[in-house]
Antibody, heavy 120, light 113 residues
Framework: QMQLVESGGGVAQPGTSLRLSCAAS????????MHWVRQAPGKGLEWVAV????????YYADSVKGRFTISRDNSKNTLYLQMNSLGPEDTAVYYC?????????????WGQGTRVTVSS | DIVMTQSPDSLAVSLGERATINCKSS????????????LAWYQQKPGQPPKLLIY???TRESGVPDRFSGSGSGTDFSLTISSLQAEDVAVYYC?????????FGQGTTVDIK
């Protein structure tokens, strides 16, 4: 059974860092691009970043470029999001998402999310 | 970036009636190489992650009830719930995956009248 389990969320002070993790199971993790998507309280969905299946290509939303780094360890079936220089605007639930959809590359499996709150 | 705009922001429909949500992209998401529209629809219920309903603009994901259907091409798309059920109360999002920088519509809340 496919599972994506995020961890690492919590309360952080502005200007500090957090690292999120996403443990994948039930599928061949190393074969799929993986994304982070976030949702601020009461707001819509915002795509954050993507890494290719082999981590050779990575792309970011303008809102996080230069501050966030997506990475993966295929030997551990784990996706990461290193978040630096956090600001209140980064407060959100962060979802780990697989893209496949039978080759369409839309988002077919989502984790339950981990909550990040940036506040002093 | 491709901007996705949904309408309306919210709608209330009687049980058993039809609900239609529109989605417009700022540029075409139709690929000339495979003639496919890179457009998906997701459903999100309170406290849950989004769930994929439709991809390639009109292909229903496995297990999704056939009262959900997607249509459109190029820049204009629609999601239709043919006969609204109580369990369909949710927020619905369209998303383009034409661009590597994926973008979502702002969401449409569907409720019971």
């Amino acid at each position: 059974q496919m599972q994506l389990v995020e961890s690492g969320g919590g309360v952080a002070q502005p200007g500090t860092s957090l690292r999120l993790s996403c443990a994948a199971s039930g599928f061949i993790f190393s074969s799929y691009p993986m994304h982070w998507v976030r949702q601020a309280p009461g707001k819509g969905l915002e795509w954050v970043a993507v890494t290719s299946y082999d981590a050779t290509n990575k792309y970011y939303a303008d809102s996080v470029k230069g501050r966030f780094t997506i990475s993966r360890d295929n030997s551990k079936n784990t996706l990461y999001l290193q978040m630096n220089s956090l600001g209140p605007e980064d407060t959100a639930v962060y979802y780990c998402v697989r893209s496949d959809c039978s080759g369409a590359n839309c988002f077919d499996y989502w984790g339950q999310g981990t909550r990040v709150t940036v506040s002093s | 970036d491709i901007v996705m705009t949904q309408s309306p922001d919210s709608l209330a429909v009687s049980l058993g009636e039809r609900a239609t949500i529109n989605c417009k992209s700022s540029q075409s998401v139709l690929s000339s190489s495979n003639n496919k529209n890179y457009l998906a629809w997701y459903q999100q219920k309170p406290g849950q992650p989004p769930k994929l309903l439709i991809y390639w603009a009109s292909t229903r994901e496995s297990g999704v009830p056939d009262r959900f259907s997607g249509s459109g091409s190029g820049t204009d798309f629609s999601l239709t719930i043919s006969s609204l059920q109580a369990e369909d109360v949710a927020v619905y999002y369209c998303q383009q995956y034409y661009s590597t920088l994926r973008t979502f519509g702002q969401g449409t809340t569907v409720d019971i009248k």
